[in-house]
């Protein structure tokens, strides 16, 4: 996740409408302030003119949501939030069993790769002795 955010970000994690953000965010309260950057970003009619637009730190997501909750009913962004945790822990979830499976196929490779060496030993062997037993026929046939 990037450090800073863009509004419509900020209003997906907490749940709260895009408007609402950039007209907080653009009231630059003292409590957020620290955590705002402007950046330019080309406008969406493409016309020449750079937009300008706030992004908030992420750190900056605790005192946004303290400024929200004075107008905003809290269940909302508590509901979003708790909603946020629960997509996390699954996620965390999914990426422990991803790499407990990609450890086991990383054994199976080590054995296949074992088992693919001892073969090729086991087929130099055969080969030589083919070719010992066939030049023992031809020594033995041709006396």
Avoid: C
């Avoid at 907490?14 to 609402?20: A, L």
């Avoid at 637009?53 to 605790?62: M, P």
């Amino acid at each position: 996740m990037d450090l800073y955010l863009n509004p419509s970000d900020v209003s997906e994690i907490v749940g709260v409408d895009e408007e609402i953000i950039k007209r907080t965010l653009d009231r630059k309260h003292p409590e957020i302030e620290p955590f705002l950057r402007v950046v330019s970003s080309q406008s969406e009619d493409n016309d020449e003119t750079p937009k300008a637009i706030l992004q908030l730190r992420i750190d900056g997501l605790a005192p946004l949501i303290t400024h929200l909750s004075f107008n905003i009913p809290t269940n909302e962004i508590i509901e979003n939030l708790i909603s946020q945790v629960v997509h996390i822990t699954y996620l965390r979830e999914d990426n422990n069993r991803l790499l407990d499976d990609n450890n086991e196929l990383k054994e199976k490779v080590k054995t296949l790769q074992e088992e693919k060496a001892d073969l090729r030993v086991q087929i130099k062997y055969l080969e030589e002795e083919s070719s010992k037993s066939l030049l023992d026929r031809l020594f033995k046939t041709g006396k």
